[in-house]
DNA sequence: TCCTATATTGGACTTTGTCCAAGTCAAGAT
DNA sequence: ATCTTGACTTGGACAAAGTCCAATATAGGA
């Protein structure tokens, strides 16, 4: 059973045939896949699981902060399983593929080739996230280098 | 009229009312709209003015480089004029407000207190974006599986 | 004023995601 | 091993955001 699975049951999950194809679905590195793509995967395994049970199960797994819920362009959202290492992504305009990159020094300036996955980068954007004064405190997002 | 509008025409648009409005909507500091925000505004001094022309002429917009389309959380796109002064941005995960910011020194330090805009800022996350191996230079965007 | 390429329109359609009532099942209790 | 129960899953209806298209209107040059 996968680390992520040990640390759900330890939280109280109930373990289901489809949470389980969902969790081994999610396994690797520079895994981003869109929810259908998700479910197109967990399907091969457990044909009558639903879209719904995707959609809940990502959400969960958001919230307990076990995967980052990544939105880059205004198509569907991504979900990354590499949550509890520090990284920032690397975008195809053209596809919406995703790689994880690790940061050295001034964000700003170029990525190092090494970290380029042969893509030609042409852009970069920062964002902070927060709670502006008429929301005030919330469901507060989980800070990866921000102070 | 406004420079925006003047830069346009240079580029040999058509005038119409509909693309005046719509340039009257995004004018100010901290302007970012998401498309309905822009038709509901226009409505008011248009009120025939389409959802269709408001799309096409954002989508214009920012084909020409006068205005920043953000993607930030999963909803809808918001439309920045603020286009020819590189910034940054704060976004409220609460209700969506945006604001304009500009970094001193290193992104992944705290932003200074008089750029907060009285927000609570919790994360900051930085994205690369470019051109994959298989999808080349270009500006085509087309849909294949990521990954 | 006329002409016509360009722009606008409403509505159908797509994609992505949410919500819900009804049925199912994991796992602790017996 | 079976029962019980509340959490989980399901399919379908619904919604938000955006695209596409054929028909219509119009800005701006001739």
Same mark, same amino acid.
């Given at each position: ?5 040990? #640390? ?11 949470? %389980? ?5 999610? &396994?690797?590195?520079?895994?981003? /896949?869109? !929810? &259908? *793509? ?9 044909? *009558? ?13 958001? !919230?307990?902060? =076990? ?5 880059? &362009?205004? %198509? +569907?959202? %991504? ?14 305009? $053209? ?14 300036? !170029? ?5 380029? /996955? $042969? /893509? ?10 927060? #709670?502006?004064? =008429?929301? $005030?405190? $919330?469901?507060? %997002? =989980?800070?990866?280098? +921000?102070?």
């Amino acid at each position: 059973m996968s680390d992520l699975l040990r #640390r759900l049951r330890e939280r109280g999950w109930r373990l289901t045939a489809q949470r %389980r194809v969902i969790a081994e679905v999610l &396994d690797g590195e520079h895994v981003h /896949f869109t !929810a &259908d *793509e998700v479910h197109a995967r967990a399907v091969a395994r457990l044909p *009558e699981i639903s879209r719904a049970s995707v959609y809940n199960t990502l959400g969960e797994l958001v !919230a307990l902060g =076990e995967v980052i819920e990544v939105t880059t &362009d205004g %198509r +569907a959202k %991504r979900y990354d399983p590499n949550a509890h290492q520090p990284h920032q992504h690397l975008v195809c305009s $053209g596809c919406g593929a995703m790689r994880d990159v690790r940061l050295a020094g001034d964000p700003l300036r !170029a990525l190092p080739e090494d970290e380029r /996955f $042969g /893509f030609v980068v042409s852009d970069v954007t920062v964002t902070y996230y927060g #709670r502006c004064p =008429e929301c $005030g405190a $919330g469901d507060l %997002r =989980e800070a990866s280098g +921000a102070d």
